[in-house]
């Protein structure tokens, strides 16, 4: 299983940037997807999540109306457009597969990319 995340750098406040995060090696069409962030000294938290069609999707507050996350289940690829990019937006970003059978939850975690929002 490989969740590779890319589309990470360095971008001026208010700029704009698309991650995305290519899989292999599962059925990518039936789990859920979600990206997470880090920044130093931070936990990780949520940043935006979709159902494995698509249809659903979930925002952390922070991030509301400037992140949408989407999937292309024939590419095995899930992107999330970032704009009005800020500071502390400043994190590592992290994809995540999940789907649960019979109440046990598999997961799977991409290495990261980083992004780096300069003032």
């Known amino acids: 299983v490989q969740l590779v995340e890319s589309g990470g750098g360095l971008v001026q406040a208010g700029g704009s940037l698309t991650l995305s995060c290519a899989a292999s090696?599962?059925?990518?069409?039936?789990?859920?997807m979600t990206w997470y962030r880090q920044a130093p000294g931070k936990q990780r938290e949520l940043v935006a999540a979709?159902?494995?069609?698509?249809?659903?999707?979930n925002y952390a507050d922070s991030v509301k109306g400037r992140f949408t996350i989407s999937r292309d289940n024939a590419k095995n690829t899930m992107y999330l457009q970032m704009n009005s990019l800020r500071p502390e937006d400043t994190a590592v970003y992290y994809c995540?597969?999940?789907?649960?059978?019979?109440?046990?939850?598999?997961?799977?975690w991409g290495q990261g990319t980083q992004v780096t929002v300069s003032s």
């Open positions: 979709t159902t494995s069609t698509g249809g659903g999707t």
């Open positions: 090696g599962i059925r990518f069409s039936i789990h859920e």
């Open positions: 995540n597969a999940r789907r649960s059978v019979a109440n046990v939850a598999y997961e799977y």
